[in-house]
């Protein structure tokens, strides 16, 4: 079986400036879902220089593609990138799916206008909002999205109410 070692998978794509949003289990989790996640799921640029830099990101992960067999060739290059909206890929540090347009969305730049940075301990990724993520979840309709749905809106309920003026979660002054 195959590590899961999504600070080194996120650090490699970083580190090749790849431009990317993070999206799935691993943004909901960031924003404070309980659900645990075995794969990284982004969203990338689909520019031609985004696509060169994400595919060798993707060679310096050895990444594959998961579900097929290891014969089936593949050239991880622009081209093929470009080609294709939707990766699924087995790496050495785990699985990792490579989204252009998740569904419910157009894609990189829409989700970059509301997505917010955070801070992983030496490098830094975009993470999809929590309203985008759960637009993604009930537009995939899929049952363990939907069971998700309940718990990002949950979720967002809480934040929504610990940021009310007033809210005593939000007060941090000593009361005198």
Do not use: W
Request: some cysteine; proline content about 2%.
């Amino acid at each position: 079986m195959t590590r899961f070692d999504f600070l080194g998978t996120l650090r490699t794509l970083v580190k090749h400036d790849v431009q990317f949003i993070l999206i799935g289990g691993l943004g909901a989790r960031l924003h404070g879902s309980t659900t645990v996640t075995n794969d990284v799921d982004v969203c990338y640029a689909r520019d031609q220089e985004n696509l060169e830099r994400l595919a060798s990101a993707l060679r310096s992960l050895h990444a594959r593609l998961r579900g097929v067999q290891d014969d089936v060739a593949l050239v991880l290059d622009a081209q093929t990138l470009k080609a294709g909206d939707r990766f699924t890929f087995v790496t050495e540090m785990g699985s990792l799916d490579i989204l252009g347009s998740p569904t419910g969305t157009t894609g990189y730049e829409e989700l970059e206008a509301s997505s917010e940075e955070y801070d992983l301990g030496g490098f830094s990724v975009r993470v999809a909002s929590l309203d985008d993520l759960i637009r993604m979840k009930r537009a995939s309709a899929r049952p363990k999205d939907l069971i998700e749905l309940e718990v990002l809106g949950a979720l967002r309920d809480e934040l929504e109410l610990n940021e009310r003026p007033g809210s005593r979660a939000r007060r941090s002054e000593p009361k005198t």
